[in-house]
């Protein structure tokens, strides 16, 4: 047996065994799934017997391994596992593994992304050995050859119990990153250095954390130079008689390793250290400090004054180290909440994964490098970190980490530390013991944040935008330890939580303790039946010592003491939560918003399944799926939608959210850069673009900012980015994806010990990766390290299917530049296939081609036919077809910096017979203009250039570029075929028809190959566009509207209030509620009483018939249930009457749609209307109820019909009964007692005569007196009820109204009141004196504006939302008119500044003057240019010359310009009194002369974006009415009037032509 488990024996599991494969042959299929005979088959591969059926009968799979053990125990496969292990003879080709049949099955069964269960595996394995397949292994022999190969590995797994008792299973980091060290293809890719590369940065060891702002304790302390080691702290001599202290190394790019230390000086008094850092090559180092030592024995080295530096000598890591090297690579730790369910239901696990920050980025991204830590669906994350924490921990001092060296083939030492912590908000606020999202003070970084007053204010809406005072560890450890001392005082509670809130700080793992603190204090402070309650020392004196219980290091947040990790700092904003699924969603839902508002959404659908794909490396663009379930996409939608969102909303939306689409997508380029050439430049310019992206939300809607914090949140990346690097590095994206595989192997497990299954699974797949690639592991017994055998490492190149199972698939896989594809052609089958044989591949002649066509001289390389290709891959993997934008390189490449050129691809030609010849690439230049698109700010293509014919190999790379529809005459026209299944079905959708124009637009928001794109294109089309100017007066605005919102809100509240108010008194004022004081309750009618009450009715008013006719089968009509009696028993079957007849002409169809919405609000509202009049009749007095034989339904003592609709008439102006009408047909239809579905008569129940009959008026008195008692009303509100109570019901609605008509008139002046002072109203009026002062038709800017401008809005109360109300009152309205006055005082001194600033002193052009005087939602026209060059004269004139008036005071300057104004019409009107026409001429001709001399003065230097201008349907309603409102300004004796009645009448007669309208507002 020794020989056989020592390698003498060749294992087999595929070997014929006697007779025992003859009873396996008795085994069917069936019974094996079912686990029957399984274990039979694999003690027949041991050669021993099988376990007992209990095992194979099933139970925990945890236990099976100790059953199995304890049946067979005469052999003993952990002892044999190690004897292979440990042995130094490789008896086999495929060590560690027995055979091959043990390492594929290995490989299988350890696939990450490929998990089994118990009984598929047993399955698996019974199926292969049934079919015969050699070296089968059993599933007990693969289960303990895995666990024994964990153990010669390192078994990483270990168990944790918290202090609150939580048990979880983690395993070890240290290990992990030994394991990476022992890899010889991981070792060479672990940076233990820093790198400086000048400012470009690429990786997270080029930023400034790792480079700079780490401690020199945490970093590599040494280096080995010719076999010296050189560490930090030592004095070393170097090169030309240098002294020098290295305190950390880097790398220099390019240069070698370098130190960053202190120059030492010799001086007399011995050798003085600099104070100041310098840095030095380590190519001149000479000694270390050991040969330094050796030679001043007994002396010394150092002056006095740098005495310190000698008690660092020697560095005790040199001490510790033995003369092995040390490398300190810094760790990336990912926590977060997942579930461990495959299904909905929520299995909430917080489990933790890291990867070596030592790796660049490509390898960090790859599923192999993230390693499994830690989960547990009962821990908490802070108590996973804190165990990761003292896994990190054990590593310094004085027990560092020994990890083999597999590229030095020896040992060495390591040390970890924290790099950063990526993850979303939520658990990064948990990470950094901050309150979270939802506090007052929401932002982890800093001390941004209020509460809502404060947010909303004009100075605190502006602190939510940028960041704010950062937050530091010492100032949140200290906070955490004042909560938990506070916590030590009696009645703690409320403090706290006002310090919490205050504050921020929130730690979860101290919050136990501090709940606890508190509770007892509340326990201690009462007394019980063995104790008085404690007094407040007492208590204190009591928690004080409890709390002294919890060591110092449990009762905090472990980060917060972790050595170099500034938790505030170094949790990175992430891209994907904060952007994507924060920026990206919040717009995308108001976008959709605003297009379903506008009926615009169905287009913006057939645009989105129009764009094109090709060069955006993305999935199809789903955009049916993206609309139709639009408010639950998730990352990968939003990541597509920033690329192309800006094409698919262009002339849709407004121009701020389109421009505010063009800044979303400028920023997802930048936080997808990876390669970042300048890093201070691109901070600053992504420093900017976020700033728009924010600008923009509170332009559109400034409760974004206050309610969604991650536009804060973001505001603090370009920070991130400076310190770590590009924004990839910290994306949890891969962290993310990761999870798939977590969850695998959860829903694997039985559930009996989550955390502990999935750690060892993950442990044993890690493990398998190792041994398979080629890592080494200590052979325990020689005491040696080893790696797999040649055949094993060689296994994984020959085997692609395994390396993909295992993650480690070779690049090779990836399609070579160059390759062709076929065109598809359908087979003879019918079957499309992807690269069709030679014989199915259909061919043209040379002369057929495009390319002959478009280049005929172009000799054909060869002489047989052509087969058209379909794609061919470009230089960097992209998959061109024909139509496909490319960038190429016509002509000879010179370096990096040679430009590239724009082409289309027009066809793809490959020869047909002849395959050693090239294929061919015909393509068309497409010429670049030279200014932006005028909408989308972006690069244009225009296919017009020549052709030219190319080789696979001289295309770069794929560009996305769209159709430029806007300029051309694109409509959303054309259909296509929807396709399910793979095939044609006979759905369609809508989809753009493009036209014929070869106009392109480069996409610039596409993430794909932007660095060679930023190559093509020059630095002009390149340079982002700036939309604001003055963000200042943006953010006032924004956080003014916020305030104006919650007075909306606040006058919504009281408008439903009122609105209440108002339905308390319609039902009130119906009869049914009249009901309620007891009308209509008399005694049965007699015919005598119903004579007498039908001549009385008739006596009563005298109305119109045909209206008294109208509006009582208007209310029957509207389905109100006029009166319900309430018997005092309850009605039966039998009480009912049958329905009225109608007659033989009624309209049935309005009939039945009338009464059935009167039994609808019957039966909703009757019962309750029921059981109050029952509750108020039983208040006031039992009265007689009718007889059995009567029905209740009819009551005496009522008046007729004609009395209801007499009563009615008298209140018609009320809304809320009158307003229920029904058609003509069914008012002529309907009969006058409209019964309701239980057959009884609406009864008419108003009373327009007194007396009461049944209701005694003292007893009416009674009921009232008790009820304004029970209210509280005071004595003159009694008494004004009492006296109500004696009026009739039709003097009590007139009444009502009245007192209605007063609420709404004080409701009013109320509203007046606080509007006016509101900062909504002094926004509107801004806008609209700013529309009149800015208006470039404007007769005068001082002379008897404010009047005109109140003329105006005395008829446009809407304007400024003013009610009629404030208008007829002359008070609030001349508070109207003094707003005015002030309004224009602070409009004409803002522009008069601007004149003054930009105009004169700048010397703006007349477009940038424009562009900056424009202001309160006014846009330029091309009308304004010369208003403005004659404001700059007037002010240049004004300030030379200073007029004087008649009294001899300066002139001011708005008198003066009106002046000017006046003179120049009347001039004008003198040269030509009568035609009107030619008097606008001269004027016009006026001003373009003006405009002349201000060019010739300031010449034109500003660009396309300052001279854009709008026509009259482009500019916003306010401004246009504003325009034509001012021509009718009386401001002189020049007769305005006359002159628009004169105009119109020339402009063909007609005062509203359009004709008229353009000659006045010119």
């Given amino acids: 047996m020794r020989e056989a488990l020592s390698g003498g024996v060749l294992f087999s599991a595929g070997e014929e065994f006697g007779s025992q494969r003859q009873r396996d042959a008795d085994i069917s299929l069936e019974e094996v799934l079912s686990g029957a005979g399984l274990f039979e088959a694999m003690c027949e591969s041991l050669g021993e017997e099988a376990p007992p059926d209990e095992w194979a009968a099933g139970g925990d799979e945890d236990d099976m391994g100790r059953i199995g053990a304890r049946v067979i125990s005469h052999i003993n496969p952990p002892e044999a596992a190690r004897d292979m292990f440990g042995s130094g003879e490789r008896v086999t080709d495929y060590f560690p593994y027995p ?17 089994f269960s118990r009984r598929q595996k047993e399955a698996v394995l019974a199926w292969g050995k049934e079919l015969g397949a050699r070296e089968v292994p059993s599933l007990y022999r693969l289960e303990n050859f895995q666990k024994d190969a964990l153990e010669a590995c390192g078994n990483p797994t270990k168990r944790v119990q918290t202090r609150a008792g939580n048990i979880f299973y983690h395993n070890s980091v240290q290990q992990s990153i030994a394991r990476d060290y022992a890899h010889p293809d991981i070792r060479p890719l672990i940076k233990a250095y820093p790198v400086f590369s000048g400012n470009r ?32 702290n030592e004095l070393t001599y170097c090169e030309g008689g240098q002294w020098f202290i290295p305190k950390r190394f880097f790398e220099f790019e390019g240069h070698g390793m370098w130190a960053v230390g202190h120059n030492v000086a010799a001086t007399p008094d011995g050798l003085v250290v600099s104070d100041t850092r310098s840095m030095r090559a380590c190519c001149e180092f000479r000694n270390n400090w050991p040969e330094v030592e050796a030679w001043n024995t007994g002396k010394t080295i150092f002056a006095p004054v740098s005495a310190s530096y000698a008690s660092k000598m020697p560095n005790p890591d ?94 060495v030492l390591l040390h970890l530390w924290l790099l950063f912590l990526p993850g979303d908000n939520p658990m990064q606020a948990e990470l950094c013991s901050h309150i979270g999202l939802n506090g007052n003070f929401f932002c982890r970084c800093c001390h941004a944040g209020g509460d809502k007053e404060f947010k909303e204010s004009n100075s605190g809406f502006p602190s939510l935008l940028r960041p704010g005072r950062p937050r530091t560890v010492s100032e949140t450890r200290n906070t955490v330890m004042d909560h938990l001392i506070a916590a030590t005082h009696a009645a703690a509670e409320k403090p706290l939580r006002d310090a919490i809130t205050k504050s921020g700080i929130k730690d979860s793992l101290s919050m136990p303790i501090i709940n606890r603190l508190v509770a007892l204090g509340k326990v201690f402070r009462r007394s019980t039946p063995d104790r008085k309650a404690m007094t407040p ?127 979303i997508g400028y920023l997802t380029v930048l936080l997808w850069e990876t390669e970042i050439d300048d890093i201070n430049s691109y901070v600053k310019t992504l420093r900017k673009a976020i700033d728009d992206v924010i600008d923009f939300a509170a332009q559109l809607s400034p409760s974004l900012i206050t309610d969604k914090n991650k536009f804060h949140i973001l505001s603090h990346l370009p920070d991130h980015v400076l310190r770590h690097g590009p924004a990839l590095l910290f994306s949890t994206e891969r962290y993310e994806s990761f999870n798939h595989i977590f969850r695998l192997c959860s829903i694997h497990s039985n559930r009996q010990a989550p955390s502990r299954d999935i750690a060892v699974t993950f442990a044993n797949q890690d493990r398998c990766r190792h041994m398979v690639s080629g890592g080494f592991w200590l052979d325990s017994r020689t005491n040696t390290w080893v790696n797999a055998a040649p055949a094993v490492r060689a296994h994984l190149e020959n085997n692609i299917l395994d390396a993909r199972l295992l993650g480690l698939a070779p690049a090779s896989s990836e399609p070579s530049p160059g390759k062709v594809t076929l065109s598809k052609v359908a087979g003879k089958t019918g079957r499309t296939l992807r690269q069709p044989p030679p014989n199915q591949v259909s061919t043209c002649d040379w002369v057929q081609t495009k390319t002959h066509e478009h280049l005929p001289n172009l000799v054909a390389r060869s002489d047989g036919p052509w087969s058209k290709a379909q794609s061919v891959i470009a230089g960097n993997g992209d998959n061109v077809s024909v139509g496909t934008e490319v960038l190429v390189l016509l002509g000879e490449i010179v370096d990096s910096a040679t430009p590239l050129v724009f082409c289309s691809v027009v066809e793809l030609l490959q020869p047909a017979q002849q395959s050693d010849k090239q294929s ?53 026209s054309g259909t296509q075929v929807v396709r399910q299944e793979r095939e044609s079905t006979s759905q369609s959708r809508t989809v753009l028809l ?133 018997p005092a028993a309850p009605r039966g079957p039998r009480q009912r009457r049958p329905k009225t007849q109608t007659s033989s002409h009624t309209n049935d169809q309005g009939a039945s749609t009338s009464r059935g919405q009167g039994a609808s609000w019957g039966r909703r509202a009757g019962p309750t209307r029921g059981r109050e009049a029952a509750h108020d009749r039983a208040a006031i007095g039992n009265q007689p109820a009718p007889s059995v034989g009567e029905d209740p339904g009819e009551g005496g003592g009522m008046v007729g019909e004609q009395s209801v609709d007499a009563a009615l008439a008298l209140v018609q102006g009320h809304s809320s009964i009158m307003d229920h009408q029904v058609p003509t047909a069914a008012r002529d239809s309907q009969p006058l007692a409209a019964s309701d579905d239980d057959g009884e008569l609406l009864d008419p129940l108003l009373q327009a005569t007194f007396p009461r ?118 008070a609030d309205w001349a508070i109207v008119k003094t707003a005015i006055a002030d309004m224009l005082t602070q409009v004409r001194s803002g522009l008069k500044s601007k004149l003054e600033l930009d105009g004169l002193k700048k010397g703006e052009d007349i477009y940038e003057l424009t562009k900056s005087v424009m202001g309160y939602d006014v846009r330029p026209r091309k009308e304004h240019w010369g208003r403005l060059a004659f404001l700059r004269h007037c002010a240049q004139q004004h300030k030379t010359t200073l007029p004087k008036g008649p009294d001899g005071k300066i002139i001011g300057f708005w008198a003066y310009v009106d002046n000017m104004l006046k003179d120049v019409r009347a001039s004008i009107k003198n040269k030509h009194p009568i035609d009107t026409i030619a008097r606008k001429r001269e004027e016009a001709n006026f001003f373009a002369t003006i405009l002349q001399l201000d060019v010739s003065k300031y010449p034109i230097k500003s660009g396309g974006v300052a001279q854009t201008v709008y026509n009259t349907p482009d500019i916003p309603n306010l401004q246009y009415a504003m325009e034509r409102a001012v021509v009718s300004f009386v401001v002189d004796d020049t007769e305005r009037p006359d002159i628009i009645r004169n105009i119109a009448g020339a402009g063909g007669g007609a005062a509203g032509s359009e004709d008229g309208e353009d000659i006045l507002m010119s």
């Fill in 99 to 115: 055979n091959k049949g043990m390492l594929k099955t290995d490989i299988l069964f350890s696939a990450p992304e490929l998990r």
């Fill in 201 to 232: 940065v690429t990786e997270h060891y080029q930023g400034s954390k790792w480079l700079v702002d780490a401690p020199d304790e945490l970093l590599t302390p040494m280096i080995r130079l010719h076999d010296r080691d050189f560490y930090v």
């Fill in 318 to 411: 040199r001490i510790t180290a033995g003369g092995l090297e040390w490398e300190c690579p810094p760790l990336i730790i990912f926590i977060d909440d997942v579930s461990g369910n495959s299904s909905k239901q929520w299995n909430v696990h917080y489990s933790c994964y890291m990867s070596n920050g030592g790796l660049p980025r490509a390898e960090i991204e790859k599923t192999k490098h993230i390693r499994f830590v830690a989960t547990s669906p009962h821990a908490s994350p802070m108590e996973i970190v804190q165990a990761v924490c003292e896994d990190i921990r054990r590593s310094g001092g004085t027990t560092p980490i020994k990890a083999w060296d597999a590229v030095r083939k020896r040992y």
């Fill in 537 to 663: 020392e007492q208590v204190n004196q009591k928690l004080h010592a409890e709390l002294l219980k919890n060591p110092e290091g449990m009762a905090m947040n472990p980060l917060l003491n972790m050595e170099g990790l500034d938790v505030h700092q170094d949790t990175p904003v992430e891209p994907l939560h904060t952007h994507l699924l924060g920026v990206v969603k919040y717009f995308w839902a108001q976008t959709t918003w605003v297009l379903e508002k506008s009926g615009h959404f169905a287009t913006f659908q057939a645009r989105l399944n129009s764009l094109s794909k090709f060069g955006l490396k993305v999935p199809n663009i789903m955009a049916d799926y993206m609309c139709r379930y639009r408010g639950s996409l998730i990352g990968k939608h939003f990541k597509t939608i920033s690329q192309i969102m800006s094409f698919a909303v262009c002339g849709l939306v407004e121009e701020n959210l389109q421009n505010a689409w063009l800044a």
């Fill in 920 to 972: 061919i690439i015909t393509v068309r230049r497409s010429v670049l203009s030279a200014e932006l698109h005028t909408h989308l700010r972006m690069p244009v293509l225009s296919r017009t250039g020549s052709f030219h014919v190319l080789e696979p190999q001289e295309l770069l790379c794929a560009i996305n570029v769209q159709h430029d529809c806007s300029s051309s005459t694109c409509t959303a």
């Fill in 994 to 1126: 493009h036209s014929n124009s070869p106009l392109y637009v480069v996409n610039m928001h596409a993430l794909h190959n932007q660095h060679l794109l930023a190559r093509a294109l020059p630095e002009s089309l390149r340079t982002p566009a700036s939309y604001f100017t003055d963000c200042t007066a943006l953010h006032t605005a924004a956080a003014e509207s916020l305030r104006d919102g919650k007075l909306r809100k606040k006058i919504a509240k009281e408008a439903a209030v009122r609105k209440s108010a108002e339905e308390a008194l319609r039902r009130m004022n119906t009869p049914a509620s009249l009901n309620l004081i007891g009308i209509g309750e008399t005694s049965p009618p007699t015919a005598d009483s119903e004579a007498q009450d039908n001549e009385r009715q008739n006596t009563l008013v005298d109305l119109e018939p045909s209206r008294i006719v109208d509006n009582s089968v208007s209310v029957q009509a509207s389905g109100v249930k006029l009166h319900e009696s309430a």
């Fill in 1253 to 1370: 009959t049944a209701l005694t008026a003292q007893l009416l008195r009674n009921s009232a007196e008790e009820k304004c008692e029970s209210e509280n009303l005071n004595a003159r509100q009694t008494e004004e009820v009492l006296a109500f109570c004696m009026l009739s019901p039709v003097e009590m609605l007139v009444d009502l109204k009245i007192h209605l008509f007063k609420i709404e008139t004080d409701l009013l002046r109320r509203y007046f009141r606080l509007y006016i002072r509101h900062p909504d109203f002094a926004l509107r009026l801004r806008n609209c004196v700013g529309a009149v002062i800015l208006a470039h038709n404007v007769p005068a800017y001082l002379q008897n504006v404010t009047n005109s401008i109140a003329e105006y809005l005395e008829k446009h109360l809407d304007t400024v939302a003013l009610t009629q109300q404030c208008r007829d009152d002359a």
